[in-house]
C-alpha cells in the first residue's frame, strides 16, 4: 500500500496515518496534541497538509492507497503555522526558554521559525501548583492540548485530570480542584512525559542546564521489568523516562521507576568497608575486609566443614552476579548451602507450576493479556505492587473484560471487578477447589483437552466431592452466589487468564494454593494451547525470577538442574575445574535454624536485609547472634549490616553492566548509568575479589562471559548472550539456540512434566499455621503500598517518603470503634511472637476481624509479628496470615 508526500512515494502499514508515514520516512513533522500511547486528538491543527487537495490533520487522517499528500503547499503550511502562533500568542514569553530537548512547543516554533517577538496575545496568570513532590505544575504553560488527561485516563487508568475552565481559561486540574498533592494521582509520571510544553514537569527537568547523555537500562524496583532511559547531567541523574519503544511497559512507568532515584546519591550510602571492631563497624581498607573475610571463612570451614557456612544471595542483584554466587559457594566454599529470597515470595510458584507444567516459570507473557476476555486475578494487588501490569488489566476491565478478584482486603482492582471473592485469609485451597467443582458440576471443562494432555483427573473430582459450595463457604465465609458468578465468568470466557501474586503463596499451604489454582487453568484447557492466556505470578524483585534461574538455590543448578543428578554436576565440574558438591544444601529458614542450632557458623548475605523482611525478626536476630561470622552487601547500613561482623558496600542497579528476568521469564539488559561512589564495588566484583583472597579465580572475567559460561552449561539459556540481547533486545527463557527466538508461550509442543502432560492436583483444603481465637482475635495480612519498595531501604531515601511518611496499620472502622481507635492514634499490635506499635488507619478496604499492614519502615518492623510457620513444601513463610490482639497504644 502506496501513497506519495510531496510527490515521493512511501509505502505504509494497514491502520497507520499520515502522520506515521511522514515519520516513517524520516520527516520531522510538529505537532503538539499528538502521542502514540493515547487516541488521537488532533486539536492543535499544527500538523496541517494537503491530502488529496483540501487541508487535513495528518495525524487523524488515515493513509490510503494513492493518497496524494502535500507538505510543500504554502498555504497550508501558513495556516499550520497560524494555529502555532495562536498557541504560543496566550503563553508568557518564558514558554520558549524551556530546552528544546524538553519542549515539542519549542521545536515546533524552531520549526516554523517562530520567536517571542510574535507574541500578541494577552498572556495567562495562574500560577504553580508545586505541591506535589514529584509533578509540578506550571498552569500558565498550560495550551489544554489534554495529553495529560489522556495519559492518565487512556494509560494509566487513574482519571485524576480533567481539563477545566473555558476557552482561553482552559487548563488542567486534578478532578477536585484540590492541590495536585492531594488528588488520586499515583504519580507514574504519564503527564508530564506527554505535556508538549513543560506545563507538567519535575524538579530536576526545571534546572535549565542540558542533559548529558541517556543509558537505556532496565528498573531495578519489582518484577515487571520495566525499560526506562536514564538521562544524566554531569554525571549524575537528572530523569529516567520509560522508553518509548520498550516491550513490556510501552513508555509507562510507575513511580519508584520513574522518580525514585535519589537514593543512589543518599549521604548515608555506603562508601567503604566496615568491619566489626571492639564491638563497632568501622572504617577499612577492601584489602583488610576481604582478608579478614578469607581468613575467618578458611577457618570455619577447617573447623566445622564447609556446610558450616551458608550464602543469601539477592533478586535486587543480577544474574550474571547470582551466577558467581553460586559458583563461589560451590567451588569455593564447597557447599550447596545458597538461597535467595524467592524462598520469601514464589518458591511454591516454581515448585507448584513445574509439579502442574514441568517449568517454573509463568506459562505466557505479558502481552498475552491483551487478548484476554477475563482476567481473574487471585492474591495480587498490582495497582500497588506492579503498577504498570495494574494499569494494564484496569485498560482490559475498562475495554468490556470480566474481572474476578479474590482477596480478603478490598483493593483497588476488587472495586472494579465483576466479583470480589472476599474469602478469609489463608482459605485459597478451599476457594479455588470450589470453583474447579463448579467448573466441572456445570460442564465448564475442555474434555478434549483434559482426555488429550492431563492428567489426574479421577483423584481431583474425588478430592472435590468434599468442595460442595455450601462446605466452601462454610470455610472461606464467601457466598454461593459469588462463588458460582465466579465459576460462570471465569467458566464461559473465551480466552480466560489467570494473574496471582503472594495472598496465593505466602501461606502454610502456598504450593498446594498454585497447584489448585492451575487446576482451574487445566480445567479449562488454557495452557499450551494456541492463544491461551495461561496462569502468570506477578514474580516481586527485579531479578527474583533470575536468582533462581541462575542456580542460587540449595538444591539446583542453573536452569533447575538438579544438583542430586549425577551427570549435570560432572558437567558442571569439568567446565568449573572443581567438584560440585553433591548434598543439597539449607533453604533459608532452615539455615536460621541451623545457626541456632551452632550447625551454621557463617552467614554471607548479599543484598537482602534478613532481620527486617524475613518472619519473626527474634529468631533471625538471634541466628545472626550465633554466627561467628556474618557478612553483608549492602547499599546501606540496613538492619541485618547493623548485626553484622564485616559489611561490604555494593552497587546498585544504575551501576551495574548484566541482565534480570522480569516475571514473564524475559531476559533483559541492564547497563551502568553511573560510577558506584566512593570506594563501593559491585557484587560480582567483591565476589571475584574475594575469591581471590581466597587463593580462587572464579574465571568469568566480566559480566558478558559470565552469561557466556551460563549459556554453555545451560540448556534454557543456551541461546542468550549480551551481545545477543544488545542486537535483538529482550529474550524470553526457554532460548536453546543462537538462531532462534525465545518462547513468550510455554508448553504448546507438550508439558514439560516426564509424561508429557499436565498435572492436575488432588490437594485438600488444610488450616493455616495461626487461627484468631480469644487471645489473638485478628488476623494480621501483610503486604505492599506503592511508594515505597520492601524494607524501604531504597524509596525512604527519596521523596516517597512525603507522599507516605510511615507504616500504618489498617483496621475496619467498626473494629476501630469498638477498640478506641481513630485515625493517627497509635496501637499496639501484638502476636504469639512479638509486638509493634504504629499509628492506626481506619479504612474499609480491610474486613471486620482483619488488619492490614506492610514493612516498609525499619522503624515499625512488622516481622517482629510474623510467625515462623512456613509452607511445607518449600519453606516459603506464612506471611500472610498471622494472628494479632489490638490495644490503644
Ligand atoms: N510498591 C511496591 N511494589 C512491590 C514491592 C513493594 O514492596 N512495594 N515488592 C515487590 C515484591 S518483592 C513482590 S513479591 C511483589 C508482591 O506483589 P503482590 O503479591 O501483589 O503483593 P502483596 O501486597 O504482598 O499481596 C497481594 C495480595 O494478597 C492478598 N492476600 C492476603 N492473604 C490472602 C489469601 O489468603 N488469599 C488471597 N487470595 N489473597 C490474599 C493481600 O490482601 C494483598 O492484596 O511486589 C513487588 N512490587
Ligand atoms: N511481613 C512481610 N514480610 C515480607 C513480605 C511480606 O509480604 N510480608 N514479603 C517478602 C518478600 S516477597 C520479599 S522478596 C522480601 C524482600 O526483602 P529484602 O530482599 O530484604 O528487601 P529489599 O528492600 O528488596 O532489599 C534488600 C536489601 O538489598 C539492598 N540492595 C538493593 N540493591 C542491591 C544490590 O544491587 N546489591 C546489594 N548488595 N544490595 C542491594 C537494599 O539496600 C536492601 O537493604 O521481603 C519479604 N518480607
Ligand atoms: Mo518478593
Same mark, same amino acid.
Given at each position: 500500500?502506496?501513497?506519495?508526500?510531496?510527490?515521493?512515494?512511501?509505502?505504509?502499514?494497514?491502520?497507520?496515518?499520515?502522520?506515521?508515514?511522514?515519520?516513517?520516512?524520516?520527516?520531522?513533522?510538529?505537532?503538539?496534541?499528538?502521542?502514540?500511547?493515547?487516541? #488521537?486528538?488532533?486539536?492543535?491543527?499544527?500538523?496541517?497538509?494537503?491530502?488529496?487537495?483540501?487541508?487535513?490533520?495528518?495525524?487523524?487522517? #488515515?493513509?490510503?492507497?494513492?493518497?496524494?499528500? +502535500?507538505?510543500?503547499?504554502?498555504?497550508?503550511?501558513?495556516?499550520?503555522?497560524?494555529?502555532?502562533?495562536?498557541?504560543?500568542?496566550?503563553?508568557?514569553?518564558?514558554?520558549?526558554?524551556?530546552?528544546?530537548?524538553?519542549?515539542?512547543?519549542?521545536?515546533?516554533? $524552531?520549526?516554523?521559525?517562530?520567536?517571542?517577538?510574535?507574541?500578541?496575545?494577552?498572556?495567562?496568570? +495562574?500560577?504553580?501548583?508545586?505541591?506535589?513532590?514529584?509533578?509540578?505544575?506550571?498552569?500558565?504553560?498550560?495550551?489544554?492540548?489534554?495529553?495529560?488527561?489522556?495519559?492518565?485516563?487512556?494509560?494509566?487508568?487513574?482519571?485524576?485530570?480533567?481539563?477545566?475552565?473555558?476557552?482561553?481559561?482552559?487548563?488542567?486540574?486534578?478532578?477536585?480542584?484540590?492541590?495536585?498533592?492531594?488528588?488520586?494521582?499515583?504519580?507514574?509520571?504519564?503527564?508530564?512525559?506527554?505535556?508538549?510544553?513543560?506545563?507538567?514537569?519535575? #524538579?530536576?527537568?526545571?534546572?535549565?542546564?542540558?542533559?548529558?547523555?541517556?543509558?537505556?537500562?532496565?528498573?531495578?524496583?519489582?518484577?515487571?521489568?520495566?525499560?526506562?532511559?536514564?538521562?544524566?547531567?554531569?554525571?549524575?541523574?537528572?530523569?529516567?523516562?520509560?522508553?518509548?519503544?520498550?516491550?513490556?511497559?510501552?513508555?509507562?512507568?510507575?513511580?519508584?521507576?520513574?522518580?525514585?532515584?535519589?537514593?543512589?546519591?543518599?549521604?548515608?550510602?555506603?562508601?567503604?568497608?566496615?568491619?566489626?571492631?571492639?564491638?563497632?563497624?568501622?572504617?577499612?581498607?577492601?584489602?583488610?575486609?576481604?582478608?579478614?573475610?578469607?581468613?575467618?571463612?578458611?577457618?570455619?570451614?577447617?573447623?566445622?566443614?564447609? $556446610?558450616?557456612?551458608?550464602?543469601?544471595?539477592?533478586?535486587?542483584?543480577?544474574?550474571?552476579?547470582?551466577?558467581?554466587?553460586?559458583?563461589?559457594?560451590?567451588?569455593?566454599?564447597?557447599?550447596?548451602?545458597?538461597?535467595?529470597?524467592?524462598?520469601?515470595?514464589?518458591?511454591?510458584?516454581?515448585?507448584?507450576?513445574?509439579?502442574?507444567?514441568?517449568?517454573?516459570?509463568?506459562?505466557?507473557?505479558?502481552?498475552?493479556?491483551?487478548?484476554?476476555?477475563?482476567?481473574?486475578?487471585?492474591?495480587?494487588?498490582?495497582?500497588?505492587?506492579?503498577?504498570?501490569?495494574? @494499569?494494564?488489566?484496569?485498560?482490559?476491565?475498562?475495554?468490556? @473484560?470480566?474481572?474476578?478478584?479474590?482477596?480478603?482486603?478490598?483493593?483497588?482492582?476488587?472495586?472494579?471487578?465483576?466479583?470480589?471473592?472476599?474469602?478469609?485469609?489463608?482459605?485459597?485451597?478451599?476457594?479455588?477447589?470450589?470453583?474447579?467443582?463448579?467448573?466441572?458440576?456445570?460442564?465448564?471443562?475442555?474434555?478434549?483437552?483434559?482426555?488429550?494432555?492431563?492428567?489426574?483427573?479421577?483423584?481431583?473430582?474425588?478430592?472435590?466431592?468434599?468442595?460442595?459450595?455450601?462446605?466452601?463457604?462454610?470455610?472461606?465465609?464467601?457466598?454461593?452466589?459469588?462463588?458460582?458468578?465466579?465459576?460462570?465468568?471465569?467458566?464461559?470466557?473465551?480466552?480466560?487468564?489467570?494473574?496471582?501474586?503472594?495472598?496465593?503463596?505466602?501461606?502454610?499451604?502456598?504450593?498446594?494454593?498454585?497447584?489448585?489454582?492451575?487446576?482451574?487453568?487445566?480445567?479449562?484447557?488454557?495452557?499450551?494451547?494456541?492463544?491461551?492466556?495461561?496462569?502468570?505470578?506477578?514474580?516481586?524483585?527485579?531479578?527474583?525470577?533470575?536468582?533462581?534461574?541462575?542456580?542460587?538455590?540449595?538444591?539446583?543448578?542453573?536452569?533447575?538442574?538438579?544438583?542430586?543428578?549425577?551427570?549435570?554436576?560432572?558437567?558442571?565440574?569439568?567446565?568449573?575445574?572443581?567438584?560440585?558438591?553433591?548434598?543439597?544444601?539449607?533453604?533459608?529458614?532452615?539455615?536460621?535454624?541451623?545457626?541456632?542450632?551452632?550447625?551454621?557458623?557463617?552467614?554471607?548475605?548479599?543484598?537482602?536485609?534478613?532481620?527486617?523482611?524475613?518472619?519473626?525478626?527474634?529468631?533471625?536476630?538471634?541466628?545472626?547472634?550465633?554466627?561467628?561470622?556474618?557478612?553483608?552487601?549492602?547499599?546501606?547500613?540496613?538492619?541485618?549490616?547493623?548485626?553484622?561482623?564485616?559489611?561490604?558496600?555494593?552497587?546498585?542497579?544504575?551501576?551495574?553492566?548484566?541482565?534480570?528476568?522480569?516475571? $514473564?521469564?524475559?531476559?533483559?539488559?541492564?547497563?551502568?548509568?553511573?560510577?558506584?561512589?566512593?570506594?563501593?564495588?559491585?557484587?560480582?566484583?567483591?565476589?571475584?575479589?574475594?575469591?581471590?583472597?581466597?587463593?580462587?579465580?572464579?574465571?568469568?572475567?566480566?559480566?558478558?562471559?559470565?552469561?557466556?559460561?551460563?549459556?554453555?552449561?545451560?540448556?534454557?539459556?543456551?541461546?542468550?548472550?549480551?551481545?545477543?540481547?544488545?542486537?535483538?533486545?529482550?529474550?524470553?527463557?526457554?532460548?536453546?539456540?543462537?538462531?532462534?527466538?525465545?518462547?513468550?508461550?510455554?508448553?504448546?509442543?507438550?508439558?514439560?512434566?516426564?509424561?508429557?502432560?499436565?498435572?492436575?492436583?488432588?490437594?485438600?483444603?488444610?488450616?493455616?499455621?495461626?487461627?484468631?481465637?480469644?487471645?489473638? #482475635?485478628?488476623?494480621?495480612?501483610?503486604?505492599?503500598?506503592?511508594?515505597?519498595?520492601?524494607?524501604?531501604?531504597?524509596?525512604?531515601?527519596?521523596?516517597?517518603?512525603?507522599?507516605?511518611?510511615?507504616?500504618?496499620?489498617?483496621?475496619?472502622?467498626?473494629?476501630?470503634?469498638?477498640?478506641?481507635?481513630?485515625?493517627?492514634?497509635?496501637?499496639?499490635?501484638?502476636?504469639?511472637?512479638?509486638?509493634?506499635?504504629?499509628?492506626?488507619?481506619?479504612?474499609?478496604?480491610?474486613?471486620?476481624?482483619?488488619?492490614?499492614?506492610?514493612?516498609?519502615?525499619?522503624?515499625?518492623?512488622?516481622?517482629?509479628?510474623?510467625?515462623?510457620?512456613?509452607?511445607?513444601?518449600?519453606?516459603?513463610?506464612?506471611?500472610?496470615?498471622?494472628?494479632?490482639?489490638?490495644?490503644?497504644?
Amino acid at each position: 500500500m502506496r501513497l506519495t508526500i510531496d510527490g515521493t512515494a512511501a509505502d505504509y502499514r494497514e491502520g497507520e496515518t499520515v502522520l506515521d508515514v511522514m515519520r516513517s520516512i524520516g520527516s520531522y513533522v510538529p505537532t503538539l496534541c499528538q502521542d502514540d500511547r493515547i487516541s #488521537p486528538r488532533g486539536s492543535c491543527r499544527i500538523c496541517l497538509v494537503e491530502v488529496d487537495g483540501t487541508t487535513a490533520a495528518a495525524c487523524t487522517t #488515515p493513509a490510503s492507497d494513492g493518497m496524494v499528500v +502535500r507538505r510543500d503547499n504554502p498555504h497550508v503550511r501558513l495556516a499550520a503555522r497560524g494555529a502555532l502562533e495562536l498557541i504560543v500568542s496566550e503563553l508568557p514569553p518564558r514558554a520558549l526558554d524551556v530546552p528544546a530537548d524538553r519542549s515539542e512547543l519549542v521545536r515546533a516554533c $524552531d520549526h516554523f521559525g517562530i520567536t517571542t517577538t510574535s507574541f500578541t496575545g494577552e498572556a495567562h496568570r +495562574r500560577g504553580l501548583d508545586h505541591s506535589h513532590p514529584y509533578v509540578k505544575l506550571d498552569r500558565d504553560l498550560c495550551i489544554a492540548c489534554g495529553r495529560c488527561v489522556a495519559m492518565c485516563s487512556e494509560v494509566q487508568g487513574t482519571f485524576a485530570l480533567e481539563l477545566v475552565g473555558r476557552g482561553f481559561d482552559t487548563v488542567v486540574s486534578p478532578g477536585a480542584g484540590e492541590p495536585w498533592v492531594d488528588s488520586p494521582c499515583v504519580g507514574c509520571g504519564g503527564c508530564v512525559d506527554s505535556c508538549p510544553t513543560g506545563a507538567l514537569s519535575e #524538579p530536576e527537568l526545571l534546572d535549565p542546564r542540558p542533559l548529558t547523555g541517556t543509558v537505556t537500562t532496565t528498573c531495578g524496583y519489582c518484577g515487571v521489568g520495566c525499560t526506562l532511559d536514564v538521562h544524566l547531567r554531569g554525571g549524575e541523574v537528572a530523569v529516567i523516562t520509560p522508553t518509548r519503544s520498550a516491550p513490556v511497559n510501552r513508555g509507562h512507568a510507575c513511580i519508584k521507576g520513574r522518580f525514585a532515584h535519589t537514593f543512589t546519591r543518599a549521604d548515608d550510602r555506603l562508601t567503604t568497608p566496615l568491619i566489626r571492631r571492639d564491638g563497632q563497624l568501622q572504617e577499612t581498607s577492601w584489602d583488610d575486609a576481604l582478608g579478614f573475610v578469607a581468613d575467618q571463612l578458611t577457618a570455619i570451614r577447617a573447623q566445622h566443614g564447609p $556446610d558450616a557456612i551458608g550464602m543469601i544471595s539477592s533478586a535486587r542483584a543480577t544474574n550474571e552476579e547470582n551466577y558467581l554466587a553460586q559458583k563461589f559457594v560451590r567451588t569455593v566454599i564447597g557447599t550447596n548451602t545458597i538461597d535467595n529470597c524467592s524462598r520469601l515470595c514464589h518458591a511454591p510458584s516454581a515448585a507448584g507450576l513445574t509439579a502442574s507444567f514441568g517449568l517454573a516459570g509463568g506459562t505466557n507473557c505479558l502481552d498475552d493479556l491483551d487478548r484476554t476476555d477475563c482476567v481473574l486475578l487471585a492474591g495480587a494487588n498490582p495497582t500497588e505492587a506492579h503498577p504498570v501490569v495494574g @494499569a494494564r488489566i484496569k485498560q482490559l476491565v475498562l475495554g468490556g @473484560a470480566g474481572l474476578i478478584v479474590i482477596d480478603p482486603r478490598e483493593t483497588e482492582l476488587a472495586a472494579l471487578a465483576d466479583v470480589h471473592l472476599r474469602l478469609r485469609p489463608g482459605t485459597n485451597v478451599a476457594a479455588f477447589n470450589g470453583l474447579a467443582r463448579l467448573l466441572l458440576d456445570h460442564g465448564h471443562i475442555a474434555t478434549d483437552f483434559l482426555t488429550e494432555r492431563a492428567a489426574g483427573l479421577d483423584e481431583l473430582t474425588a478430592v472435590l466431592h468434599d468442595y460442595a459450595p455450601e462446605r466452601v463457604s462454610e470455610i472461606t465465609g464467601l457466598t454461593t452466589a459469588d462463588l458460582t458468578q465466579a465459576a460462570e465468568l471465569y467458566g464461559q470466557a473465551t480466552n480466560p487468564a489467570i494473574v496471582y501474586g503472594l495472598g496465593v503463596t505466602e501461606h502454610a499451604h502456598g504450593t498446594d494454593g498454585v497447584r489448585t489454582l492451575a487446576n482451574l487453568a487445566i480445567l479449562r484447557g488454557t495452557v499450551g494451547t494456541p492463544g491461551c492466556c495461561g496462569i502468570l505470578p506477578l514474580r516481586g524483585q527485579n531479578n527474583v525470577q533470575g536468582a533462581s534461574d541462575m542456580g542460587a538455590l540449595p538444591d539446583l543448578l542453573p536452569g533447575y538442574q538438579p544438583i542430586t543428578d549425577p551427570r549435570v554436576r560432572e558437567r558442571f565440574a569439568r567446565v568449573w575445574g572443581s567438584p560440585v558438591p553433591e548434598r543439597p544444601g539449607l533453604r533459608i529458614p532452615q539455615m536460621f535454624d541451623a545457626a541456632v542450632a551452632g550447625e551454621l557458623r557463617a552467614l554471607y548475605v548479599i543484598g537482602e536485609d534478613i532481620a527486617q523482611s524475613d518472619p519473626c525478626t527474634s529468631h533471625v536476630e538471634h541466628a545472626l547472634r550465633c554466627c561467628d561470622l556474618v557478612v553483608c552487601h549492602d547499599l546501606f547500613l540496613s538492619r541485618t549490616a547493623e548485626l553484622a561482623d564485616v559489611v561490604l558496600p555494593a552497587a546498585n542497579f544504575l551501576e551495574k553492566d548484566g541482565t534480570f528476568v522480569n516475571f $514473564d521469564r524475559r531476559v533483559q539488559r541492564v547497563r551502568p548509568a553511573l560510577d558506584p561512589p566512593g570506594a563501593a564495588k559491585t557484587d560480582f566484583d567483591i565476589l571475584r575479589h574475594l575469591a581471590h583472597a581466597l587463593g580462587n579465580d572464579l574465571g568469568c572475567a566480566g559480566p558478558a562471559t559470565a552469561m557466556d559460561e551460563c549459556a554453555a552449561l545451560t540448556p534454557t539459556f543456551g541461546g542468550i548472550s549480551h551481545a545477543r540481547l544488545d542486537h535483538e533486545g529482550p529474550l524470553h527463557w526457554p532460548c536453546p539456540d543462537t538462531d532462534r527466538p525465545g518462547q513468550p508461550v510455554l508448553h504448546l509442543d507438550g508439558f514439560a512434566t516426564p509424561d508429557g502432560r499436565a498435572h492436575l492436583a488432588a490437594c485438600p483444603y488444610l488450616p493455616p499455621g495461626e487461627q484468631a481465637d480469644a487471645e489473638f #482475635p485478628f488476623l494480621l495480612v501483610t503486604g505492599r503500598r506503592l511508594v515505597h519498595y520492601n524494607t524501604g531501604s531504597m524509596t525512604r531515601r527519596t521523596p516517597d517518603t512525603e507522599l507516605l511518611p510511615a507504616e500504618t496499620l489498617d483496621v475496619h472502622p467498626a473494629d476501630a470503634a469498638l477498640l478506641g481507635l481513630t485515625d493517627t492514634a497509635p496501637v499496639e499490635v501484638t502476636s504469639r511472637w512479638g509486638s509493634v506499635t504504629m499509628p492506626t488507619r481506619t479504612t474499609r478496604e480491610v474486613s471486620q476481624g482483619q488488619v492490614f499492614a506492610a514493612f516498609h519502615f525499619a522503624t515499625t518492623p512488622t516481622n517482629a509479628l510474623t510467625s515462623p510457620h512456613t509452607d511445607s513444601a518449600t519453606g516459603c513463610p506464612e506471611y500472610k496470615v498471622t494472628a494479632v490482639a489490638l490495644r490503644p497504644g
